[in-house]
C-alpha cells in the first residue's frame, strides 16, 4: 500500500480529493515503478485537486504534474532499480497516474535521469513551473536575445514561472524588469535580481494597439490582456513568450505589434518536450539556476497538507515554489 492524493468525482461532477492508502496493484500500466520522493504543486495541480478546470481527463485520478524519485523496477532497458529520476508533463496528473503519491508507474519515454548536480529535492523546487521558465528563457535566447538588449519583463513574477524566470534572466545578466500583483513582495524580487518592479495593475487592462517601445523580451505566465500588453510595448523585432493563463486564456490582441515592429510571439509548451530539449533545459538549470535562491523561494508541503494548500494558487497567494514531501 501506498498514499496519494486522490481525485473522484462526485455528485454533479465535483471533484472530491482525499489523501488515501492505495493497493500497488491499482498502479496503471507503465514500465518503470518509481518510489516517490517528492513532489510539486504547479497551478495546474491546483486547478485539478480543487475541480476549478477540466484537468483531469479520467477518473479516479492522482494528481501531481511532476515528480523526482528512485527507479523500483524496470521494463525499459534505458532504466533500472534504484536509478534517480525525474518527471514532468506528459499528461502525468491529468490522464495518467501522478506524482502527489508514494509511488507512481510511467512510461520509461517519459523519465528524464536526476540532472547531475541536482538532489531530487532541488529538481521538485525548480519543477514544472522552473522547466518551463527555462524553456521561456531558452526560446529568447534561440530568438538572439542577449544581456545587452535592454529591460526583459517577467509577468506573474512572484509566481513559481514567474520567480525562477526572474532569477534565471538576472544571473545570465539581462536587466529583469518584474511585475507583480503584491508589490510588498517588492524586496523578494529584488533578492531574486530584479533591477525594478511594477504593479501589473499597469499591465493587466485594456490598453492601445501599440504603446512606447520599451521591452527587448517577455516571460509571461499570465494571458489575456497582460500578454496583449506586454507585445504592444515590446521593442521591434523584439520576442515574447507566453505560458501561462494566470490572468486568462484569452488573447484579446491586434495584430500591430507582429505586422509593424516584427514583434515574435513563442508559445511554450512544457509537457511534450523531445528528450534532447528537455535534458538540455535541466542541463542549463543546473548550471544557471542560483542554488541558494531556489532553496530561499521554496516551501516544502507534507503531501497531507497539499489539498489544503492547493486553493493558494488560485487567490494568486503562492510565492515562489511549493514542493511536496511524500515521506
Ligand atoms: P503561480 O500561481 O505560482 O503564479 C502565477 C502568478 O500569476 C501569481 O503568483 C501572480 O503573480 C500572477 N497572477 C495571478 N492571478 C493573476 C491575475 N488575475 N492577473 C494577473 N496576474 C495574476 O503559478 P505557476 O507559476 O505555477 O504557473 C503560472 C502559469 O503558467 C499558470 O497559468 C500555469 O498554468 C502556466 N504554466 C504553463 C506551463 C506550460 O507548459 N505552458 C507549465 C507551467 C505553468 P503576482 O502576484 O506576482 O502578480
Known amino acids: 500500500m501506498f498514499k496519494a492524493i486522490l481525485l473522484e468525482q ?3 461532477g465535483a471533484t472530491l480529493a ?5 493497493d500497488e496493484a491499482a498502479l496503471p500500466e ?4 518509481v518510489a516517490v520522493r517528492w513532489s510539486s504543486l504547479n497551478y495546474k495541480d491546483a486547478l485539478a485537486i480543487t475541480g476549478k478546470s477540466p484537468i483531469v481527463r479520467k477518473w479516479p485520478m492522482i494528481p501531481g504534474i511532476d515528480f523526482a524519485g528512485t527507479v523500483e523496477q524496470s521494463s525499459d532497458p534505458r532504466w533500472k532499480a534504484g536509478d534517480e529520476v525525474v518527471l514532468t508533463g506528459f499528461g502525468v496528473g491529468e490522464g495518467h497516474w501522478g506524482g502527489l503519491a508514494q509511488k507512481a508507474r510511467v512510461k520509461g519515454d517519459w523519465l528524464v535521469g536526476l540532472p547531475a548536480g541536482l538532489d531530487a529535492k532541488r529538481a521538485m523546487a525548480v519543477g514544472t513551473a522552473g522547466f518551463t521558465a527555462m524553456l521561456c528563457v531558452m526560446a529568447l535566447e534561440k530568438h538572439g536575445l542577449q544581456p545587452g538588449d535592454g529591460e526583459v519583463l517577467v509577468t506573474g513574477a512572484s509566481g513559481g514561472v514567474g520567480s525562477v524566470a526572474v532569477a534565471l534572466l538576472a544571473r545570465l545578466g539581462y536587466r ?9 513582495e517588492t524586496d523578494y524580487l529584488k533578492s531574486l535580481g530584479a533591477e525594478s518592479v511594477i504593479d501589473r495593475a499597469t499591465l493587466s487592462a485594456p490598453g492601445r494597439p501599440l504603446a512606447k517601445e520599451r521591452w527587448a523580451g517577455v516571460v509571461d505566465s499570465v494571458g489575456s490582456h497582460t500578454l496583449v500588453n506586454a ?7 523584439g520576442a515574447v513568450a507566453a505560458c501561462g493563463l494566470a490572468q486568462g486564456m484569452d488573447f484579446p490582441a491586434t495584430v500591430a505589434p507582429f505586422i509593424l515592429r516584427g514583434v515574435t510571439l513563442y508559445g511554450v509548451n512544457s509537457v511534450t518536450v523531445a528528450r534532447g530539449p528537455r535534458e ?5 538549470l543546473v548550471q544557471d539556476m542560483p542554488m541558494a535562491l531556489l532553496d530561499g523561494m521554496t ?5 497531507k497538507d497539499v489539498i489544503g494548500v492547493a486553493p493558494r494558487f488560485l487567490e494568486g497567494r503562492v510565492r515562489g515554489r511549493l514542493v511536496v514531501d511524500t515521506a
Open 299 to 303: 516551501e516544502v508541503v507534507a503531501l
Open 176 to 184: 529583469v524588469v518584474a511585475s507583480t500583483g503584491r508589490l510588498e
Open 30 to 33: 507503465g514500465e518503470v515503478q
Open 18 to 22: 482525499t489523501l488515501k492508502d492505495i
Open 280 to 284: 538540455e533545459a535541466w542541463r542549463r
Open 231 to 237: 507585445c504592444a510595448a515590446t521593442r521591434e523585432n
Open 10 to 12: 462526485g455528485e454533479g
